[in-house]
């Protein structure tokens, strides 16, 4: 089992509307990550949340944005969709000091723009 | 900027051939190192990583890599494919408070 449940697994939105996709993280993982990746290509880094704050991003525009709560689930949200931003969104969870006790991924949510 | 390198984009082994994957990574300290696969329409399983220690780390389904530091790389190796290892292999990296980094990816065929 992953530990990491995203919703929904798939999710159609018009050019123009705003989009949340949620993760729920693995029990005591404080991190989260989130990851675009457009179909052929490796997963993209878009920003990581620890503890509620964001820590990191990646080459993405600020339409992007993500909430981490307390529980540690977390949300990403994308304003002013994009034919481009048709992609599988992966979220991760991790503890965020220790890197090496790896990544857990999600199964994603399949977010297509038409 | 660390960078994770896959030279391979598709490669196409008879099941029982041994796999060889290649990973080179560009960072100045050595990194935390990952392997993943992914089947389609799936997210990604870890299959084994590498901190420090015994550069020859055991993964889960029979997988394996070795760490080279003089040549910064991390190749994925299975001495006997079978037709289920037939998915999109991806070597990751982090180091300090860098995120994960991934490689373009390695799709492989398996054919009998």
């Known amino acids: 089992e992953t530990g990491v449940t995203q919703s929904p697994t798939h999710l159609i939105k018009t050019r123009g509307q705003q989009v949340t996709l949620r993760c729920s993280s693995q029990s005591g993982h404080n991190t989260v990550s989130w990851y675009q990746q457009a179909l052929g290509q490796g997963p993209q880094f878009i920003f990581q949340?620890?503890?509620?704050?964001?820590?990191g991003r990646g080459n993405f525009p600020p339409r992007f944005s993500g909430l981490q709560f307390p529980n540690y689930s977390s949300e990403l949200n994308v304003n002013a969709l994009e034919l481009d931003d048709s992609a599988l969104y992966l979220c991760a969870s991790s503890i965020g000091d220790k890197p090496f006790s790896g990544y857990t991924f999600g199964s994603g949510t399949r977010l297509t723009v038409v | 900027a660390q960078s994770v390198t896959q030279p391979d984009i598709h490669i196409t082994v008879s099941e029982g051939a041994s796999l060889e994957l290649r990973c080179n990574y560009s960072?100045?300290?050595?990194?935390?190192l990952f392997w993943y696969v992914q089947s389609p329409g799936q997210g990604l399983q870890l299959l084994l990583k590498y901190f420090s220690g015994d550069t020859l780390v055991q993964g889960i389904k029979g997988f394996e890599a070795e760490f080279k530091r003089s040549q910064s790389s991390f190749n994925l190796r299975k001495p006997s494919v079978h037709w289920s290892d037939a998915a999109e292999y991806f070597c990751?990296?982090?180091?300090?408070?860098?995120?994960?980094?991934f490689g373009k990816g390695t799709r492989l065929s398996v054919i009998a």
């Open positions: 990751a990296s982090v180091s300090g408070n860098t995120p994960l980094v």
């Open positions: 960072y100045g300290a050595t990194p935390y």
């Open positions: 949340y620890y503890r509620e704050e964001e820590n």
